[in-house]
């Protein structure tokens, strides 16, 4: 189960993905495998959830790295290069690297 | 806690907020108090998280809502308004509506 808490210790990248609505099943499935066969036995790997908006025409990643020294290890890594360029072939990214300021939910 | 979890019911809203660096922690500050003084008391409010990109231009809030109808009737919700003006004033903002079509973690 993944987790959004305040002050733990780990990097998470928001990315935002445009895609036509007749490529965004394809790009959650490549997504999917992509963390399923490489993302997820890398160091620091921590969690990725695979969003489908409901227009159609974005996919969001939300994803939780140990740190930004392991995030960084991903991109460089061989094994996932070809899973960033066949993804770059049928969509645009924007990769948003941040941290958790505050996090409510309606229990507290 | 917040927790990101496939097949549950939920609406997810990822909302991206453009902003200048000098000005991200007062919207993080205005997101953090539009959901305790206002959103956490609307009908279907489930969660709000926010982030800020370690770069000074984005904020990231990732909100989870019982239904797109909860969702709806807060964005019609005059107490909502005020909320929403002020931000719209220093930020730009997208936001996606979403579902969770897979979430991995490393312990799978």
């Not at 908006?53 to 392991?70: E, I, M, P």
Request: charged share 25%; proline share 5%.
């Amino acid at each position: 189960m993944v987790t959004i808490r305040k002050g733990r210790d780990v990097l998470t990248l928001v990315n935002v993905f445009s895609v036509r609505p007749e490529n965004q099943q394809k790009l959650v499935d490549m997504l999917v495998e992509a963390t399923d066969k490489t993302m997820k036995k890398l160091p620091g790997f921590l969690s990725a959830s695979i969003h489908r908006s409901l227009d159609g025409t974005r996919v969001v990643n939300y994803a939780q790295w140990r740190s930004k020294t392991d995030f960084d290890a991903m991109r460089q890594n061989p094994a996932a290069q070809p899973h960033m360029a066949a993804v770059a072939a049928i969509a645009t990214f924007d990769p948003i690297l941040c941290e958790v300021s505050e996090s409510v939910s309606r229990d507290e």
